[in-house]
C-alpha cells in the first residue's frame, strides 16, 4: 500500500517535471532560432567602416537652394550615381526619382533636404551611405566618362 502511494507521488512529480522540462526546451528553442536569425542579419548586413555620414543642412541653406530637375541630374552625375542609387540614399522609388529629373513632380522638403547635404557629400560618404543600403558604387551610366 505504501509502495502504491508513493509511486504515484513519483508520478505526478515526475509528470509537473516533465511539463516544465518540455517547456523549457521550446523556448530554448525559440530562443535559438531568434539568435541564428540575429547571427544571420549580423552577417548580412554590410560593412561601411564606421558612422554613416549625417545628411544635415541648415534651413537657411535649405531656402537659399534650389533643386531642379537639371540640379538633380547635375548632382547624380557628379557624384557617379543612378537613379536607384540615389532613390536607395534618400529612401525612396526609382520611379520618383525619375519623376523629379523630369519636372513631373518634386520632392517634399525632407527629400531635398537631403539632396541639398548630398551636394556637400564625398564620394566615401556616398560609398557608406550605399553600403548601409547593400548597395555598392558600381559605375552606371551616370558614372561613365566620355
Known amino acids: 500500500m505504501v509502495a502504491a502511494t508513493v509511486r504515484r507521488e513519483v508520478r505526478e512529480t ?35 567602416g564606421g558612422r554613416l555620414p549625417r545628411l544635415q543642412v541648415s534651413d537657411k541653406e535649405l531656402r537659399r537652394s534650389r533643386v531642379t530637375p537639371a540640379t538633380i541630374k547635375k548632382l547624380r552625375a557628379r557624384q557617379g550615381i543612378t537613379q536607384a ?25 525632407e527629400n531635398r533636404r ?19 543600403k547593400g548597395m555598392s558604387l558600381g559605375r552606371g551610366r551616370a558614372g561613365r566618362k566620355k
Open 85 to 109: 542609387q540615389l532613390a536607395a540614399i534618400i529612401g525612396v522609388t526609382g520611379p520618383a526619382v525619375a519623376q523629379w529629373e523630369t519636372g513631373t513632380s518634386e520632392p517634399s522638403e
Open 14 to 48: 515526475m509528470s509537473s517535471l516533465s511539463k516544465e522540462v518540455r517547456e523549457l526546451r521550446r523556448s530554448l528553442s525559440a530562443l535559438e532560432k531568434r539568435v541564428a536569425s540575429l547571427e544571420t542579419a549580423v552577417a548580412r548586413a554590410p560593412a561601411y
Open 114 to 132: 537631403v539632396l541639398v547635404a548630398l551636394r556637400k557629400a564625398s564620394q566615401r560618404d556616398i560609398e557608406r551611405l550605399l553600403a548601409a
